[in-house]
C-alpha cells in the first residue's frame, strides 16, 4: 500500500488563505453594475412563473434585458480602455 505525503507549500503562489485578493475584489467592484442588471432580469422573471406574463411585466422584463446588454456593453468598454490604455 502506498502513503500519500502532502508536501509543504514553498511559494507564496501554492498558499491559499481563503480571502480574495485585492486584484479579484477589483474585478468584482468592476463588474457589479452588470451584476446588479442581472439581478433585476432575474428577479422580473421570477415574478412570472406562476402567472402569465402581463402587459407591465413583458416591460419590466424588456427594461431589465435592455439594461443587461448595456451594462454589457459599457463593462468591456471600460475592460478595453483598461487593457489598452485608450479608447477601446
Do not use: Y
Amino acid at each position: 500500500m502506498k502513503s500519500i505525503i502532502t508536501l509543504p507549500a514553498t511559494s507564496g503562489a501554492l498558499a491559499f488563505d481563503g480571502e480574495p485578493s485585492d486584484v479579484e475584489l477589483d474585478a468584482v467592484e468592476l463588474e457589479m453594475p452588470l451584476i446588479l442588471a442581472e439581478v433585476d432580469l432575474l428577479d422580473a422573471e421570477i415574478k412570472t412563473l406562476d402567472r402569465p406574463a402581463t402587459g407591465l411585466d413583458e416591460r419590466r422584463i424588456r427594461r431589465a434585458r435592455n439594461r443587461v446588454l448595456a451594462e454589457r456593453r459599457d463593462l468591456t468598454n471600460r475592460v478595453g480602455t483598461l487593457l489598452t490604455g485608450g479608447a477601446a
